[in-house]
């Protein structure tokens, strides 16, 4: 039986939308391919990690970092869409920032790469601004009633980017090994950074 309301699937919603943009002119041949590439290997939240390593080696940098995120970021060669107005979240023993877009899923994509799935959810974007603590703790964070939680929802400009705190037990690790046990989740301030030999 014929459903004439229902929509198109997605893939072929989006291919006519990009016909149209291009019989428009709005969108040049083969620039989505260029966005998507780069979304790929430019947009990556590792590089978020070398900032983080960096800040927790390089006390000058972490002020700097503080101080002016976007410029400390391209500092480091990231920077680009989504990243042009970088506040950096310093995460402190007695206050935990964390992060979410209430209105959609905004990431700092220069140093965060896209939105993971769960970032994205309804229910993630509706309960932790309500209930933060509740949140963090069913996705496996439980914090001290002593430590704040502040939840910084993501505004039309500003992408957010957690710094967290150090794991002890680092304090002779090269800034490499430091940024390869940063997390995502870490620096969205839904987990902390686990000491290296904690999951070992
Ligand atoms: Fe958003």
């Not at 990556?44 to 983080?52: F, K, L, Q």
């Not at 927790?56 to 042009?84: I, N, S």
């Not at 896209?114 to 964070?141: F, I, N, Q």
């Amino acid at each position: 039986m014929a459903e004439p309301d229902r929509p198109a699937p997605v893939a072929r919603r989006a291919f006519a939308l990009r016909e149209e943009l291009e019989e428009r002119g709005r969108l040049e041949p083969g620039q989505l391919e260029a966005i998507a590439q780069a979304s790929e290997e430019q947009f990556d939240w590792r590089n978020g990690a070398r900032v983080v390593a960096r800040a927790w080696v390089d006390p000058e940098y972490r002020e700097r970092l503080l101080r002016d995120g976007t410029a400390a970021c391209a500092e480091l060669g990231f920077a680009g869409p989504q990243g042009e107005y970088i506040v950096v979240l310093e995460a402190r023993p007695e206050l935990h920032p964390v992060i979410v877009c209430t209105q959609c899923s905004c990431t700092a994509w220069p140093v965060l790469g896209l939105p993971p799935d769960w970032y994205k959810s309804p229910a993630y974007r509706a309960r932790v601004a309500r209930e933060p603590r509740r949140v963090l703790r069913e996705m496996g964070l439980e914090l001290p009633e002593s430590v704040e939680i502040r939840v910084w929802d993501t505004t039309a400009e500003t992408r957010y980017l957690v710094l967290p705190l150090r794991p002890p037990g680092t304090e002779g690790m090269s800034e490499e090994r430091l940024a390869d046990i940063v997390t995502r989740e870490a620096m969205i301030g839904v987990a902390r950074v686990p000491a290296p030999d904690a999951g070992a």
